[in-house]
């Protein structure tokens, strides 16, 4: 049996247009300061105009690319996708696939800074809350704008 999966992809522009302000407000007034603390950048010059416009435009693929995956992952776990059943409540499957996909693959990639590259704990804080933060918006536009 194959599932019918379909993705509004109006809901995957909307998510990452949200993302940007968020990561503009989390990293800029909110943890902006802790975070180039625990980067060991304090002291870093902002950067020219075409070296942020790349780290923008990677950060808005990254993005689109992470709703487009959380998109198909949500719907997956609807029974009415597959023809055998009733759905829960939408919030039940985009809470669901923000935080069993951020406990799976975002928060271990963030530990591994630890190990790894001899970060922080409060670097992974920093960065895990984000990456939840933003998990958890789209997975509730995503799971609410079908």
């Not at 509004?8 to 990561?23: D, E, K, M, R, T």
């Not at 020219?48 to 949500?74: E, R, T, W």
């Not at 591994?112 to 992974?124: M, P, Y």
Request: negative net charge.
């Amino acid at each position: 049996m194959q599932p019918e999966i379909n993705i509004n992809y109006l809901a995957i522009v909307a998510c990452v247009a949200a993302a940007v302000p968020i990561g503009f407000l989390w990293f800029g007034p909110v943890f902006g300061k802790a975070w180039a603390k625990q980067m060991g950048i304090e002291d870093m010059e902002q950067p020219a105009g075409g070296a942020m416009a790349k780290s923008m435009s990677l950060f808005i693929l990254g993005s689109l690319l992470i709703a487009f995956v959380l998109a198909h992952s949500i719907e997956v776990w609807r029974p009415s996708i597959w023809g055998v059943g009733a759905d829960e409540p939408s919030w039940v499957y985009g809470i669901e696939g923000a935080v069993w996909t951020w406990l799976g693959f975002f928060l271990p990639l963030q530990m591994g800074r630890v190990a790894w590259e001899q970060k922080g704990w409060g670097l992974v804080a920093i960065n895990a809350g984000f990456d939840l933060t933003r998990l958890l918006l789209f997975g509730l536009v995503l799971a609410y704008w079908r």
